[in-house]
């Protein structure tokens, strides 16, 4: 007869355990993320701060909490009455609206 290659349960339990614990959580990997946004045509840099939740854009420092509003995954940004959702797609790419107009951002790669 033929061996099988099943594990006993404990180790199923230890694989299954070890698989979980290996799957990155949002909220341990915060970062610094820079972006340059197209604004009207002309180029701006942006300046994502996950660990300090702030976004500063334009000489201008928002406040900034994680949203389930975007496709993908993004944040909400506020300051003074005023607000956006700062979406993030594959590839690195990014945009918003602010006052009617649309700004695409694109990832700066390290």
Do not use: H
């Not at 799957?23 to 300046?47: M, N």
Request: charged share 25%.
């Amino acid at each position: 007869m033929g061996r099988t290659n099943i594990l006993p349960a404990c180790c199923v339990t230890f694989v299954s355990i070890l698989a979980l614990v290996a799957i990155p959580t949002r909220s341990a990997r915060a970062e610094t993320y820079s972006y340059i946004c197209k604004d009207r045509g002309r180029p701006f840099p942006l300046k994502l701060d996950d660990t300090s939740k702030t976004l500063e854009w334009r000489g201008t420092m928002y406040r900034i909490k994680e949203t389930e509003d975007c496709a993908k995954f993004g944040w909400r940004v506020e300051k003074d009455g005023a607000s956006f959702d700062f979406c993030t797609a594959t590839q690195g790419y990014a945009n918003f609206q602010r006052d009617g107009t649309s700004v695409q951002c694109n990832l700066k790669r390290r």
